[in-house]
């Protein structure tokens, strides 16, 4: 029973450079969400995804959205990056009607040069 | 808004115990979580807490105590490999779960 699964595993970009990344939940989950966690601090939640739509968000701007897929994996796009930017994104997956436990994957590192 | 505190850094030795602290101020409260993470690994699942108490699994217990927005983890018979971060979470009314900045753990011999 395969993880969850993000790609790609490492990025470089440079400033104003758009991104996408990928991720598939664990087998039989609904629920995605994204997190950036910058070096040395904790996951920062980004938005949540279910039934293909964005159900709740935190304290990110527009240039982040993202979508899910009727198969329930998502991407995350990033616009106009920044050099602040540059973190690990986390993506993590649960059921619904077990919303307590997230599974996370193993992340995407973006550097933004 | 959502304010979650542990500890930065915390070192204990190989055998004994360690206990780390979390309070946290939510608006709403709806589960504490903690989550390992090994350096360049993903978070892992430990403990969920939503009733005040403690809940023990093996090695590792959590404490809970919703009234004064406190949480702890437990680690009993520290082993090297248990040096990692640790994140205390809290998910509000919400969907969402916030996590604090985490714990880095350093198990010496």
């Known amino acids: 029973d395969a993880g969850v699964t993000q790609s790609p595993t490492h990025l470089i970009k440079t400033r104003g450079q758009q991104v996408t990344l990928r991720c598939s939940p664990k087998?039989?989950?609904?629920?995605v969400s994204w997190y950036q966690q910058a070096l040395g601090q904790g996951p920062q939640f980004i938005f949540q995804?279910?039934?293909?739509?964005?159900?709740q968000r935190g304290n990110f701007p527009d240039r982040f959205s993202g979508h899910q897929f009727p198969n329930y994996s998502s991407e995350l796009n990033v616009n106009a990056l920044l050099l602040g930017d540059s973190a690990l994104y986390l993506c993590?997956?649960?059921?619904?009607?077990?919303?307590?436990?997230?599974?996370f994957g193993s992340g995407t590192q973006l550097s933004v040069l | 808004g959502q304010n979650i505190d542990q500890p930065t850094e915390m070192t204990a030795t190989e055998g004994a115990i360690v206990q780390i602290n979390c309070t946290y101020q939510?608006?709403?409260?709806?589960?504490l979580f903690w989550y390992q993470q090994h350096a360049g690994e993903a978070p892992t699942f430990l403990s969920y807490?939503?009733?005040?108490g403690l809940e023990e699994k093996g090695r590792f217990s959590s404490f809970l105590s919703r009234s004064k927005g406190y949480s702890y983890l437990l680690l009993k018979e520290l082993q090297m490999k248990d040096s990692a971060s640790y994140l205390c979470?809290?998910?509000?009314?919400?969907?969402?779960?916030?996590f604090g900045a985490g714990t880095r753990l350093t198990v010496k011999p």
């Open positions: 993590a997956s649960s059921l619904e009607a077990f919303r307590e436990k997230l599974f």
């Open positions: 087998s039989g989950h609904d629920t």
């Open positions: 995804y279910y039934e293909e739509e964005e159900r």
């Open positions: 939510t608006s709403g409260f709806n589960g």
């Open positions: 807490n939503v009733l005040d």
């Open positions: 979470a809290v998910r509000d009314t919400g969907d969402d779960m916030r």
